[in-house]
């Protein structure tokens, strides 16, 4: 039973750079796919980023291309979302989950980890 930790938000100003990080405890299967969502007040989930864990193939969101590397280390169990260029429209609940394949559709992530808040100020 894998359980995910998402940390790492924080309140700052546009054009700033934050790192979330995404823990998972248990054992890690070389089929998984790990993926950043967000979620915004009133607005639906939405997908950010995602790595596979066996082969480490990404995929990005067009809004955050380019601004927004995901990353992982094996050893240690964890992803990373390295957001620069920060914009206020970046402000959201940032979420981590585990798929078992390439995905970017919220209903294919069957573990999620609590969120964690990322306030970006005009």
């Known amino acids: 039973h894998v359980q995910l930790q998402a940390s790492g938000g924080g309140l700052l100003q546009a054009g700033g750079s934050l790192r979330l990080s995404c823990a998972a405890s248990?054992?890690?299967?070389?089929?998984?796919?790990i993926a950043w969502f967000r979620q915004a007040t009133g607005k639906e989930r939405e997908f950010v980023a995602q790595?596979?864990?066996?082969?480490?193939?990404?995929d990005y969101a067009d809004s955050v291309q380019g601004r927004f590397t995901i990353s992982k280390d094996s050893a240690k169990h964890t992803v990373y979302l390295q957001m620069n260029s920060l914009k206020p429209e970046d402000t959201a609940v940032y979420y981590c989950a585990r798929s078992t394949s390439r995905s970017r559709i919220v209903g294919d992530y069957s573990a999620w980890g609590q969120g964690t808040l990322v306030t970006v100020s005009s």
């Open positions: 248990g054992r890690m299967f070389s089929s998984w796919n």
């Open positions: 790595i596979t864990w066996s082969y480490g193939r990404t």
